[in-house]
């Protein structure tokens, strides 16, 4: 499958914890986007990526952190975690810096 | 502010019948318009964007500057147009996209 890639699908832990989500995004997207989606809850823009330089920013906590590295893939790393940040976290690619987004399947974080 | 709302979060309708689902947006400028849908086990997908004014899978979206409007339109409903439906909007560029809450539409038989 070359379509966007998540890892992992679920994921429990616990609050304080740190976590990390990776996404592969499609061979020769050059940008990476984060979105998270709680409950009730649209897909809110946390950060865009293009060529390994951050693009643009959302309301992303300072808790959160996020990378793309030199072979395109991107990490969105989550500290000190909250019942709150418990969401699906999805990960997107296009081809430029704007255009049509290709979505993963998703992240799903539980905090207990 | 860049903000994107879909009044509706649930929408059913008979098969053959006329289908709208609504989004209002507010953006001091020129915005790009789209509308993603994401059908059951499936990931979220573009359905179409404003600048290309095409009609897919007989969809249709028209973007009212005037009452800052971009409603989705098919005139005759198929069952498989059952999915969850996103607005979104983007400057020009689209850097950076604002989604609405969604609307899941319901075709029924």
């Known amino acids: 499958d070359s379509g966007v890639t998540q890892t992992p699908k679920h994921l429990i832990t616990a609050t304080g914890q740190r976590v990390t989500l990776r996404c592969s995004p499609r061979?020769?997207?050059?940008?990476v986007y984060w979105y998270q989606q709680s409950l009730d809850q649209g897909l809110q823009f946390l950060i865009h990526y293009y060529n390994g330089e951050e693009r643009a920013k959302g309301n992303i906590l300072e808790r959160f952190s996020a990378q793309q590295f030199p072979d395109l893939h991107s990490e969105l790393n989550l500290s000190s975690l909250e019942l709150g940040d418990s969401a699906l976290y999805f990960c997107a690619s296009s081809v430029g810096p704007s255009g049509e987004l290709f979505f993963g399947e998703g992240s799903r974080l539980t905090v207990l | 502010a860049q903000r994107v709302t879909q009044p509706e979060k649930l929408l059913s309708v008979f098969k053959g019948a006329p289908v709208e689902l609504k989004c209002n947006y507010s953006y001091s400028g020129s915005p790009e318009l789209f509308w993603y849908v994401q059908y059951s086990r499936q990931r979220l997908q573009l359905l179409l964007r404003h600048i290309s004014r095409e009609s897919i899978k007989g969809f249709t979206a028209d973007l009212n500057k005037g009452e800052t409007s971009f409603h989705l339109k098919k005139p005759f409903a198929q069952e498989e147009d059952s999915a969850m439906y996103y607005c979104?909007?983007?400057?020009?560029?689209?850097?950076?996209?604002?989604f609405g809450q969604g609307t899941r539409l319901t075709i029924n038989p």
């Open positions: 979104a909007l983007g400057p020009p560029g689209a850097q950076k996209l604002v």
């Open positions: 061979s020769g997207d050059l940008s």
